[in-house]
């Protein structure tokens, strides 16, 4: 009789019992089973695998992970030991590839990946010169901001703000002390109470929005809080908040109810009607991480937690002015702030086009500039001007001698340039002659040291552009750039000899990157131009003060309340959080124009934006250069990147050549919205180059009235060469049946200066 032990015992649910020996291996019941259980598992793309769980020791996680012996038949097996492991390198770099480009085009911002992987540092300056740094920008009022400070810069108290009120007397003593370890720094509010103004038409004036007032001020940070495209903020709703806040909504408010959260604008109230209720300073636990010793001496390494940019050293100390004082424009003795000049500055290379023609109209129609003043009366406010530097040649060439003369000579003969020297703009408008080693030298932070990277001038994001040593040699004779002549070329009325300008291109070289004065068409950019501009911005900004416009901006309202922001800024860089300097405000000799100078020498002096981007994130110093949202000066951007386009602004882009060329489903918004109807609210709007399109193609001429004719006469006869001008009759059925927003634009200007409607605040140009 067989014995029991051969047979399994049930259990008490009538299912037998899995017999199992001893060495808790698996048992089969033949050779067969085993075989066809080995190959089940081998064929599976998956093995399960168990792991331990730290701390609870009677249960084991179980992962499944990918079968060596099926990827191995598949690749090695099938397509042999050569070409199966290439084969999976590439599918595996593929299937890399893909799941990051899904993740970066459809993931939230805050969720993408980064794709500077590995991005060295660029900080040369130790914690002591980035605490005077921040201290320098907050005691000049230059930080009017209630964003905290980075802690890793280690304030061990906050600094008074003279740019901010003083907190309220708070009724009940607190009992509050900060918690001990690493805090976020904020700055003590020892300036001016701000008023914030209702700013509207009154009837019965509603037929335009009213001038800002004089010495009113933007509070940016109310226009982060409705504008931030890293909250979800759009930029419709940004664009409304900026529309009515202004008062831009003249006699169309629809909306109804309490609107104080989307009043931004302010007026900063004498300070002898408050006092301060704190007067000692308050410290801050712990405001960073105790320093590492030093291994060799003992000591404490005072830079603990900097990241330093690889070979370099630290710099010394930063050489420093005396702090501004922060004065409210209620009590400057003149309307204009002397360290805060309004000068909006432009870059140009090569001859005079309708790109920088538009961009001096949208001016003179938008800014209080007193052109609706007769000749001789004063204007009680701080008016801006208008500064245009003209590169005249090719970026990497020398000006020579009488560069300045030849300047003003052609553009008194360019049709496009000529109207801007009119008597009537010489005191907004001025024409300067750039000149790069004279600049350069202009900047103490640069003059002793520039010159050992000719080699690496023209850098962008790292691409150097190479330039032969004739190109790059110093100027041996300087620029008689002398007031004089800036005076007698500015009055000079130029109305009867204007014709077209001769660019004195030498055709054979036009299309050498090294020879290209301007961008004439896509394939042939000027990209020397490009790079030198980045630089040139912020040169401008620093010695002279000011805000720096790309040539491709078109000016949308009045800049009043943003000059009255004393801090600098830029703008976003459409969904990145990265600067884009298509509009750059600096002041004059500060103190971030210096570490911004002194770390770009030491990186190969690039301005490329993603590369300013880095200096002052590496240094914690974003907060003294805000990046304000581009809805503000770049409505279009983030819909032509495929963002927001459920919810889109007014207009409507999918594309930067909409302007330009508005699809035909949209095309009758231009001429029943007009100027009121484009981007309303933003400051200005940038069209992203498309230098080689014309703004108006059926009239591609200066349409300026009879005080201009000549020059109308003569940029006809360029743009319709088989037409006499003095025969030609504007016929209504040769213009285009749906006009463009840029021809739109550009003719409601135009009108403007012929004196057949006024300026968007309801003002008429007085000749």
Aim: with cysteine.
């Amino acid at each position: 009789m067989a014995s029991p032990n051969y047979f399994t015992p049930s259990r008490g649910n009538g299912f037998l019992d899995k017999s199992r020996i001893t060495n808790a291996l698996p048992t089969y019941s033949s050779a067969v089973s085993e075989k066809m259980h080995r190959h089940s598992r081998s064929m599976s793309w998956t093995v399960p695998v168990s792991v331990p769980i730290p701390g609870v020791r009677s249960r084991r996680l179980r992962l499944f992970m990918p079968n060596p012996s099926r990827v191995h038949q598949i690749s090695v097996s099938r397509f042999g030991r050569r070409r199966g492991p290439i084969l999976l390198c590439v599918v595996l770099i593929a299937s890399i590839i893909t799941v990051c480009s899904f993740a970066r085009r459809f993931g939230a911002e805050e969720k993408q990946w980064t794709t500077n992987f590995g991005e060295s540092s660029t900080l040369v300056f130790g914690r002591d010169n980035l605490q005077r740094i921040w201290k320098w920008e907050i005691d000049s009022g230059h930080y009017p901001s209630n964003a905290k400070i980075p802690e890793q810069v280690g304030l061990s108290a906050p600094p008074l703000n003279p740019a901010l009120p003083p907190r309220k007397v708070p009724t009940i003593p607190s009992r509050f002390r900060p918690p001990p370890g690493p805090v976020a720094t904020t700055t003590r509010g020892d300036g001016p109470r701000r008023v914030y103004l209702d700013v509207q038409s009154m009837p019965p004036n509603l037929a335009y929005p009213p001038r800002p007032v004089p010495g009113s001020v933007a509070d940016l940070d109310i226009i982060m809080d409705h504008c931030d495209f890293s909250q979800g903020k759009y930029v419709r709703d940004c664009l409304e908040v900026l529309r009515i806040g202004a008062g831009l909504d003249n006699g169309k408010r629809l909306r109804r109810g309490e609107m104080d959260e989307w009043k931004y604008i302010y007026m900063e109230q004498e300070k002898e009607n408050f006092t301060d209720p704190f007067t000692d300073p308050i410290p801050i636990a712990n405001p960073i991480a105790p320093p590492r010793p030093l291994a060799s001496a003992g000591e404490t390494d005072p830079n603990a937690g900097l990241r330093k940019k690889v070979g370099a050293d630290w710099e010394t100390q930063l050489p420093l002015r005396a702090p501004l004082q922060h004065i409210p424009y209620s009590s400057l003795p003149a309307p204009c702030d002397p360290e805060n000049p309004r000068l909006f500055h432009m870059f140009w290379t090569g001859p005079f086009t309708d790109k920088p023609y538009l961009a001096l109209l949208s001016f003179l129609f938008t800014q209080n500039v007193g052109l609706h003043l007769k000749d001789g009366d004063t204007l009680d406010v701080c008016r801006p001007e208008f500064w245009m530097w003209i590169n005249p040649g090719p970026a990497a060439s020398v000006p020579n001698p009488s560069a300045l003369s030849d300047m003003y000579e052609g553009l008194k003969t360019n049709p496009w340039a000529a109207p801007f020297l009119h008597h009537r703009f010489k005191d907004v408008i001025k024409f300067k002659l750039w000149n790069t080693t004279d600049q350069l030298d202009g900047i103490p932070e640069l003059k002793d040291e520039w010159r050992e990277l000719k080699e690496t001038l023209f850098n962008s994001g790292g691409h150097i552009v190479s330039v032969p040593a004739e190109k790059s040699q110093t100027k041996s004779a300087e620029v008689s750039s002398t007031s004089a002549i800036e005076d007698s070329t500015n009055s000079t009325d130029a109305d009867t000899s204007a014709k077209p300008s001769s660019t004195g291109d030498n055709k054979s070289d036009e299309d050498d990157m090294l020879n290209r004065t301007g961008s004439k068409s896509s394939s042939s950019y000027d990209r020397l131009s490009v790079i030198l501009s980045d630089m040139a911005r912020f040169v401008l900004c620093h010695r002279f003060g000011g805000i720096y416009l790309d040539a491709d901006t078109i000016f949308l309202r009045d800049w009043e309340e943003l000059w009255g922001w004393k801090g600098a800024f830029a703008y976003r860089w459409s969904r990145l959080e990265k600067y884009n300097t298509a509009v750059l405000r600096m002041n004059k000799n500060s103190a971030l124009g210096s570490f911004l100078f002194r770390t770009a020498l030491k990186n190969g002096l690039d301005f490329h934006p993603m590369t300013v981007s880095r200096y002052t994130k590496d240094a914690y110093l974003e907060g003294l250069l805000l990046r304000l949202p581009d809805a503000m000066f770049d409505s279009a951007w983030l819909n032509t990147e495929y963002y927001q386009r459920e919810r889109p602004p007014q207009p409507y882009f999918q594309e930067f050549s909409d302007f330009f060329d508005t699809p035909a489903q949209a095309s009758a918004a231009p001429q029943a919205l007009g100027f009121e109807g484009f981007f309303q609210g933003a400051f200005s709007y940038h069209f992203h180059n498309f230098w080689w399109k014309p703004f108006d193609p059926s009239r591609n001429w200066p349409d300026l009235g009879p005080r201009f004719s000549a020059g109308e006469r003569a940029a006809r006869a360029a743009a319709e060469p088989d037409i006499d001008p003095e025969d030609a009759t504007d016929r209504v059925a040769d213009d285009k049946r749906d006009l463009d927003w840029a021809t739109v634009l550009k003719r409601t200007f135009e009108s403007y200066i012929r004196g057949e409607r006024p300026n968007m605040y309801g003002e008429w140009l007085q000749w």
